[in-house]
């Protein structure tokens, strides 16, 4: 299926404020407007004024100049947002948007994937309206060896915007917030949101790295069959969760972070990101790598944020890309 741009009525509304817009003898006008109530977005007619239509303003709806208003600057010149009521996916989008030459800070959001990204090649379940599913450029200046620490910059940000957004919404004061290794965000044990990290060599154009970021947030989100290991914000938090807070204040934690890995200073990348996690030093995981399950106990992170591991012979190994899952004593992983 093709893909489907925001129309562009939604910023035209956004703007406009209370006194919205006129669409009266706009055939265009109309058309993206009925689109946008079809699609559930807050639209209503301004009273006393026939043929003026305005955006009620919320915390859940993604319009891309609400994102680019809310999200400070403070790692790229400005942020620019572009949405999609359905593409294949945000990640293939940002990648080709950065070999065109996209500035860094370009961010593309989608509604619904059909092929969204996940790590190992992996489909990223994305149903309409359910979760967050975006990505966006940047351009490191740091030695390419480094570039791997942009997940663990973005992890980090991922649990400090959610853990602000916990506070906000007083989320059950049972609820766990984890990392795992090296990309998964975890809630009281299961998964709600992942990253992933593609990155564009000058071969391919000017160099890039792209960060796509999926957000389980309503129970649409999670598929049946991964009950057991995945969850949803709405479910932790016991109330819906907006949206676009989850995306904007992921925006502006992970500027501060970005910050530090532009200035160099990886050790506190890695700090922030160990400071969050259980996991990454003497937790009980089993490695799947090469076709192999093998059990093992993390004791550690290189300085590219590769994950130390020591196997029941005693011999230790850096994970460089395989998949890692923490044995519970109960005898789920996740």
Not at 39 to 47: A, I
Not at 96 to 124: H, P, Y
Request: glycine fraction near 10%; aromatic fraction near 8%; hydrophobic fraction near 40%.
């Amino acid at each position: 299926m093709a893909n489907l741009e925001y129309p562009s009525i939604l910023d035209d509304l956004g703007r406009a404020g209370e006194l919205g817009i006129a669409v009266v003898g706009d055939a265009r006008a109309q058309a993206e407007l009925r689109l946008c109530r079809e699609r559930g977005f807050p639209v209503q007619d301004v009273d006393g004024a026939p043929g003026r239509v305005r955006l009620e303003h919320d915390e859940e709806s993604l319009v891309p100049c609400w994102i680019e208003q809310e999200t400070r600057a403070l790692a790229w010149r400005r942020l620019r947002a572009t949405g999609f009521l359905q593409i294949d996916s945000t990640n293939r989008e940002a990648c080709d948007a950065a070999v065109s030459g996209a500035e860094e800070g370009t961010l593309i959001f989608a509604e619904t994937q059909t092929a969204g990204k996940g790590r190992m090649e992996r489909n990223w379940f994305s149903p309409a309206g359910s979760g967050v599913y975006f990505s966006f450029v940047l351009r490191p200046q740091q030695p390419w060896r480094f570039w791997p620490l942009l997940t663990h910059v973005a992890a980090v940000a991922l649990i400090d915007a959610l853990r602000e957004l916990g506070q906000d919404m007083q989320f059950p004061e049972k609820t766990d917030i984890d990392l795992k290794w090296p990309n998964d965000v975890l809630l009281s044990g299961k998964k709600c949101a992942g990253i992933l990290l593609e990155t564009l060599t000058p071969a391919e154009g000017e160099a890039a790295a792209v960060i796509g970021v999926g957000v389980n947030v309503r129970r649409g989100s999670v598929p049946e069959e991964l009950a057991d290991v995945a969850t949803c914000l709405d479910d932790m938090a016991g109330a819906a969760v907006p949206r676009r807070r989850v995306m904007t204040g992921f925006l502006d934690c992970f500027q501060e972070g970005y910050l530090l890995f532009r200035d160099g200073r990886f050790g506190e990348v890695l700090d922030r990101w160990k400071a969050r996690s259980s996991m990454w030093d003497g937790a009980a995981v089993t490695v799947f790598e090469g076709g192999r399950a093998r059990d093992a106990v993390t004791c550690g992170l290189d300085g590219m944020g590769a994950l130390r591991v020591r196997f029941a012979d005693g011999a230790a190994e850096t994970v460089l890309a395989g998949d890692i899952r923490v044995r519970r004593r109960q005898g789920r992983a996740t």
